[in-house]
């Protein structure tokens, strides 16, 4: 079983994460891992933040001479900006409308919503793409492939191969997913990209700020990750909970998704042909099981919840109206938490390859 769970605040010392279950003899290497870490900090539309932190990553157990040990890993992420806060408390009496500030405040009793904004931020998603990234190298062992391109910023749409041909030919997800790593918004479409980057530059000078979607392709999968047996094996149920506890993730579909809704039944599946099923409307999934094609998921983020020009929300110490905390901020993390979401996939799968081969090393 993989499982891991992270520890740490957005300005405290820093972020931590242990992983349990790696097998022993996956090769990996301190570079690779800061370029996944820079993936997910950078983008266009990222706050001041991403200037501050380098995401470093120590490892701290589990590793021995470039390889895994099979022994829990422990990673450490320093927070660089920790220098700026440390000895300083800067309470937030008016909740932010779409951050965890007033449901957090009041669920653990707290007077301001200070801890809650340092525990519920992405800041959190630094160390799941780190151990993302070791899923990812032992999924590499098995040629499987994890990738992710933006697809639509604040109702800017990229021009993208009809959604058929994404969801069936391999070649077509490993070019949008080159393209998606040469945009600055994560999007294949450069032409869109501009316009994307446009719309966010608006946002920020009206202290607004942009959500949007993105697809996760998962290529090489063998037949069988997951299983119908039991309500907690199906595999889009786990995939599905991983991509949603993404913060701002507000929904996610498999294949052709909420589509399948408006189809007849012969438009909807896939038939079965050979050598080659002719489609993957399903989206790599049936049953709660892998059968075998490209695993594609798309997910919406809304816009991010802190606005420069805030919202109403009410002082928690008066109960007077007023505006809404303001604290620096993103404008827009869509490719970023594309970013985040191959990560939560890779470890999905990873663990649903263990569990399916067993194996302590590689
Ligand atoms: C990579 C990433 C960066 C984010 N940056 C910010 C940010 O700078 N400011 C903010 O208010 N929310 C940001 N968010 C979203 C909030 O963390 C999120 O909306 C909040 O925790 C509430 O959770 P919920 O939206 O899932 O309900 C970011 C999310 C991600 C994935
Ligand atoms: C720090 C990161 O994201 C943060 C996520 C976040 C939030 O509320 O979710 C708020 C911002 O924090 P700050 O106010 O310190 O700039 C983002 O920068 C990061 O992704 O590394």
């Known amino acids: ?133 070791f899923a990812k190298k032992l999924l590499e062992k098995e040629n499987i492939k994890v990738m992710s391109w933006v697809v639509s910023i604040g109702g800017i749409w990229a021009q993208l191969p009809p959604l058929e041909e994404r969801m069936s030919k391999e070649e077509i997800p490993k070019k949008l997913f080159y393209l998606a790593e040469c945009s600055e918004v994560r999007c294949p479409d450069l032409e869109a990209t501009g316009r994307m980057k446009k719309l966010i530059d608006e946002a920020r000078e009206k202290g607004d700020t942009l959500g949007g979607i993105f697809e996760v392709a998962v290529i090489g999968v063998p037949v069988g990750l997951g299983s119908y047996v039991q309500w907690d094996r199906r595999l889009d149920g786990r995939l599905a909970a991983a991509v949603m506890s993404i913060q701002g993730v507000k929904g996610v579909e498999f294949g052709v998704g909420f589509e399948f809704s408006e189809m ?32 594609f998921m798309r997910a919406a983020m809304k816009p991010i919840p802190t606005l420069k020009s805030p919202l109403p929300s009410v002082d928690v110490r008066t109960k007077k109206e007023c505006q809404a905390y303001i604290e620096r901020s993103d404008v827009c993390a869509v490719g970023s938490a594309a970013v985040v979401a191959e990560s939560m996939v890779a470890l999905v799968v990873a663990d649903a390859l263990l569990e399916m081969r067993g194996g302590d090393r590689w």
């Open 1 to 133: 079983m993989l499982r891991f769970l992270t520890a740490g605040e957005s300005h405290g010392w820093g972020i931590a994460a242990v992983l349990d279950g790696m097998p022993a003899g996956i090769e990996v290497s301190q570079e690779e891992l800061s370029v996944e870490l820079s993936r997910r900090r950078r983008g266009y539309g990222r706050g001041e933040r991403a200037n501050i932190e380098n995401d470093h990553v120590l490892i701290a157990s589990g590793v021995n001479d470039g390889k895994t040990t099979g022994a829990p890993i422990c990673i450490v992420i320093p927070n660089k900006d920790y220098e700026n806060w440390k000895g300083k408390y800067v309470p937030i009496y008016a909740p932010r409308p779409g951050h965890a500030d007033f449901a957090g405040m009041v669920k653990y009793g707290f007077n301001d919503c200070r801890p809650v904004a340092e525990r519920a931020s992405a800041r959190e998603t630094a160390a799941r793409v780190a151990c993302g990234y």
């Open 264 to 295: 007849m039944g012969s438009q909807a599946h896939d038939p079965l042909k050979l050598p080659k099923r002719p489609s993957n409307r399903a989206g790599g999934i049936e049953g709660g099981v892998s059968n075998g094609e490209i695993i």
